[in-house]
């Protein structure tokens, strides 16, 4: 009964840490960071239009978002 619990434990903690592991942070990086860099490249591509106002305001504001996740994943 003992070795039961000590393994629903440490398989619970497991579970928990598991989106803190490495692989994780990584790929969660670079995902954020590709997002980032599509998000730039694409106000690049629409700054000659003038309609566009709200898209790049969308735009800014969700490549922040990426870069401050990132900046917040390597942080924790």
Avoid: K
């Avoid at 989106?19 to 730039?40: D, K």
């Avoid at 898209?55 to 922040?64: A, F, P, T």
Wanted: hydrophobic share 55%.
């Amino acid at each position: 009964m003992v070795v039961r619990q000590n393994v629903a434990r440490q398989l619970e903690d497991w579970r928990e840490d598991w989106g803190y592991s490495l692989p994780v942070v990584v790929i969660e990086t670079l995902w954020n960071i590709a997002f980032a860099v599509v998000s730039f490249v694409t106000l690049f591509w629409i700054a000659r239009e003038e309609r566009n106002v709200r898209l790049r305001v969308w735009i800014c504001g969700y490549s922040v978002q990426c870069v401050v996740h990132v900046v917040l994943l390597l942080l924790e």
